[in-house]
């Protein structure tokens, strides 16, 4: 299954989180990111969506959120 999302490049991180709650939509009911410093709380639920690929990468692995959003981009393709 390939799904067609949003890259982070050139976006802050809250334009992005917007956008990919928005692209995901078909998928599941995803929050909003509201605090920036929790974004990888905000990303969990990604990882526990049961409809995305099992290879969703972990949030908590990693320090920044744009190396975490482009390997999740790249785990959908």
């Given at each position: 299954m390939t799904i067609s999302i949003t890259l982070p490049s050139g976006l802050g991180l809250r334009d992005w989180a917007d956008q990919i709650s928005l692209d995901l939509d078909p998928y599941g009911?995803?929050?909003?990111?509201?605090?920036?410093?929790?974004?990888?709380?905000?990303?969990?639920?990604?990882?526990?969506?049961?409809?995305?690929?099992?290879?969703?990468?972990?949030?908590?692995?990693?320090?920044?959120?744009?190396?975490?959003a482009e390997r999740f981009c790249q785990a959908l393709e």
């Open positions: 009911a995803f929050g909003r990111l509201d605090v920036e410093d929790q974004w990888k709380n905000w990303a969990m639920q990604f990882v526990n969506n049961m409809t995305l690929k099992e290879n969703v990468p972990i949030p908590y692995a990693f320090d920044n959120w744009r190396e975490w």
